[in-house]
T-cell receptor
């Protein structure tokens, strides 16, 4: 157990649905991340939060909306997604955003958009 | 542009053999090179990492070889075991911040 919990593990949604992914870390870390993992592609960093403030948004479409209410919880709100958004969405945390901190990943949410 | 190039995409090795995965980068600002291991249904987990002030780092059966002049680094798994079957990702990050650039992954299968 890595200390980072993601729910749900699997999600199937239509293009008109609204859903949310949840991530919780029990490690006392100050930084949290959303990554997208697609087959045969590098992990793509989507969002970074440090002490609940967004510090990076890597040109992610507005149909993905992150929320970080506190340093232990991170959400990814989804609406009007496209089939190409189907992927494994990984949450990660690290102690801080200082140099070369180890990332702790959750098991991910496997998203299928129909 | 892909910052870190990883090969091969997939690898099949006999039990007891040596598994070798290669990565290359261009950005000379990269200063930290971790390898992550991912089992099916799980998130990636840090396996081993190296900084460019050394050419090799060994932890048990896992060794990173680093060639700064060639901007290449590789993971060697000695005495490969079926339990090593997983996807391996190399990554690189610059000296400032915690931005990681990942390779595309290598699916390793170790057959008994």
């Amino acid at each position: 157990e890595t200390g980072v919990t993601q729910t749900p593990r699997h999600l199937v949604m239509g293009m008109t649905n609204k859903k949310s992914l949840k991530c919780e870390q029990h490690l006392g870390h100050n930084a949290m991340y959303w990554y997208k993992q697609s087959a045969k592609k590098p992990l793509e960093l989507m969002f970074v939060y440090s002490l609940e403030e967004r510090v990076e948004n890597n040109s992610v479409p507005s149909r993905f909306s992150p929320e970080c209410p506190n340093s232990s919880h991170l959400f990814l709100h989804l609406h009007t997604l496209q089939p190409e958004d189907s992927a494994l969405y990984l949450c990660a945390s690290s102690q801080d955003l200082t140099w070369n901190e180890k990332l702790f990943f959750g098991s991910g949410t496997q998203l299928s958009v129909l | 542009q892909q910052q870190v190039k990883q090969s091969p995409q997939s690898l099949i090795v006999q039990k007891g053999g040596i598994s070798i995965i290669n990565c290359a980068y261009e950005n000379t600002a990269f200063d930290y090179f971790p390898w992550y291991q991912q089992f099916p249904g799980k998130g990636p987990a840090l396996l081993i990492a190296i900084r460019p002030d050394v050419s090799e780092k060994k932890e048990g059966r896992f060794t990173i070889s680093f060639n700064k002049s060639a901007k290449q680094f590789s993971l060697h798994i000695m005495d490969s075991q079926p339990g090593d079957s997983a996807t391996y990702f190399c990554a690189a990050s610059p000296i400032t911040g915690n931005q990681f650039y990942f390779g595309t992954g290598t699916s390793l299968t170790v057959i008994p």
